[in-house]
């Protein structure tokens, strides 16, 4: 047994699964640089034998991706594992994840196959797949509400075939941690060679406790590999959060006795990352990135924390990537101190075009924003396609009407294809008005299935970042957009949720 645990960020397959979180490849590559500038060990690019869209996001994560394992998904059978093996091929380190349900509703139900039939495609998939690569992880799915003495069978053979991690997932999020953590332990102590893998935890999050049953299988039960998403992103309730279980490890290390190879000063904007692009709102109270996580409002706290910071902190704010809420830039500052505070805040542009354009984005918040918070850095690098280029749509300006008792029109202009158009129109409100303007010129037909705002820098003289999720022929794409004016912002995400729509990227198709 090894004292490191191996964090597996699943973000981007069984977080990605949540409905409306499904990402472009390039938005997977973003997050994926960012989780390996996170430090994580394993990636879990995705299931490529599932679309050809998750087959390319998966393969370009696997060409970039330098220090981490990049891993994709694969039901048990040769087609998949053979596609997985296929879009792994240019990784430094490869792993395949191949998995059947073991546990009796499943494997009747859903997969009709007995008991027999289920151990030996097990079986059968595991050789298959070390032959491919050497790196083979298994998990029974819904491995929890499996029969134990057959989920011993199954595992013992697995690993005579080769897996070398054995992972056992709560899908349902049914598990109790202290149940949870036996059950971990007592298939390691009954299946005689389970010495041979490492054992993993992978729990979702329906009753609340996927950190603290994933703690517990690494605590009582012996798991040297936890899965988890940033946020705890995930279908229905998610999954175990990363930044939970991380800090937990990180700052209760007299317990856990355990390493983490994780760079703990950039979780705060992975988690800003995938909240912006899945749209998928991180609350205030959440623990570790929620905007109150360190905010200490009562006198008594702020007095104490003054005085010794640890009489009510027992993490520190900069250690997962916190700055104070101060003012970095103004109006007078310049390229070089702007480009030093990206590389500050470990926001990576991949040109120089890149950073004039942002920079030229800043100069123009600056004009109308007297004080320029990292979070208004955050946000404004994180508009996708920063230079516009080969966008079909681009923003250029709007004007609106709204009084009380009348009704409220937006006339917007913005490009399609290069060429700037003009539309105007009335809505409910301000930016129903401006949608509607977009919508009469481009007919996209679209369903708006999420509009959201949020205040970047918590006040009203802050930028508002809006979140738009449009849906269209099954594809659902998320559009984000950052202005002082939340009009203004509004239109921008909804120009950007088109230019998805419009864009020929396969969209990556959510897994049942
Ligand atoms: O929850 C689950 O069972 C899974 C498996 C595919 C590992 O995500
Ligand atoms: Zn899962």
Same mark, same amino acid.
């Not at 390691?188 to 935890?201: C, G, L, M, Q, T």
């Not at 570790?288 to 924390?305: E, K, M, T, Y």
């Given at each position: ?95 395949i ?73 709560d ?55 936890v ?37 703990t ?13 899945t ?8 623990a ?19 005085k ?17 809420n ?11 101190a ?79 294809? !290069?060429?700037? /158009? ?8 301000? &930016?129903? #008005? =401006?949608? @509607? +303007?977009?919508? $009469?010129?481009?007919k ?29 022929? !099954?594809?659902? /794409? ?8 939340? &009009?203004? #912002? =509004?239109? @921008? +995400?909804?120009? $950007? ?16």
């Open positions: 047994m090894t004292d490191k645990l191996i964090i597996f960020d699943t973000t981007l397959r069984d977080g990605e699964q949540s409905p409306g979180a499904s990402m472009t490849r390039d938005e997977k590559l973003r997050i994926a640089r960012q989780l390996e500038r996170l430090r994580v060990d394993v990636i879990e690019a995705g299931f490529a034998a599932s679309s050809n869209g998750d087959f390319e996001a998966v393969q370009l994560i696997a060409n970039t991706i330098k220090d981490a394992t990049v891993c994709s998904l694969s039901r048990a059978n040769d087609r998949d594992i053979s596609r997985a093996a296929e879009a792994l091929k240019g990784a430094n380190r490869a792993r994840h191949t998995f059947i349900a073991t546990s009796p509703l499943h494997m009747e139900k859903k997969l009709r196959m007995t008991p027999d039939q289920v151990f030996e495609q097990a079986k059968q998939a595991v050789r298959f797949a070390r032959n491919l690569v050497d790196d083979i992880e298994f998990s029974p799915e819904d491995g929890y509400r499996s029969d134990v003495d057959f989920l011993c069978r199954v595992l013992e053979a697995v690993i005579k075939e080769g897996a070398t991690t054995i992972n056992v997932p899908t349902v999020g049914y598990a109790i941690p202290e149940l949870y953590g036996n059950f971990i332990k007592t298939l390691r102590e009954r299946i005689p060679n389970s010495d041979k893998a490492i054992w993993s935890v992978h729990c979702h999050n329906d009753l609340g406790m996927a950190v603290a049953n994933s703690l517990a299988g690494v605590k009582i039960g012996g798991a040297r590999q899965e988890c998403t940033i946020n705890g992103l995930g279908e229905r309730a998610g999954n175990c959060s990363l930044e939970e279980v991380v800090m937990a490890v990180k700052t209760r290390r007299d317990y856990f006795g355990l390493d983490l190879g994780i760079d000063r950039h979780i705060l904007a992975a988690s800003r990352m995938v909240s912006q692009t749209g998928f709102v991180v609350q205030p109270n959440k570790v990135v929620g905007a109150n996580a360190f905010a200490h409002a009562s006198g008594i706290h702020q007095d104490g924390v003054l010794a910071r640890d009489t009510y902190e027992i993490m520190r704010a900069e250690d997962v990537g916190w700055t104070a101060k003012i970095v830039l103004g109006k007078l500052s310049g390229r070089n702007f480009k030093q505070r990206l590389q500050e805040l470990g926001v990576q542009l991949d040109s120089e075009s890149e950073i004039n354009a942002a920079f030229t984005r800043f100069k123009e918040l600056a004009d109308r924003k007297s004080e320029i918070f990292d979070e208004d850095i955050l946000a404004l690098v994180s508009e996708e396609n920063l230079t516009n280029e080969k966008e079909q749509y681009g923003f250029v300006s709007l004007s609106q009407h709204s009084e009380t008792g009348e009704r409220p029109e937006a006339t917007i202009v913005f490009t399609v294809d !290069g060429k700037e /158009v003009r539309s105007a129109s009335e809505g409910n409100g301000p &930016v129903d #008005a =401006s949608m @509607k +303007a977009i919508e $009469s010129h481009v996209s037909g679209a369903e708006m299935v999420l509009y959201s705002v949020n205040a970047i820098s918590g006040s009203t003289e802050s930028q508002g970042e809006v979140t738009v999720r449009l849906q269209n022929s !099954g594809r659902v /794409v998320n559009g984000v957009g950052a202005d002082p004016d939340i &009009v203004v #912002a =509004s239109a @921008k +995400a909804y120009l $950007s949720a088109l230019n998805k729509l419009q864009s020929k990227a396969d969209r990556v198709a959510a897994q049942g």
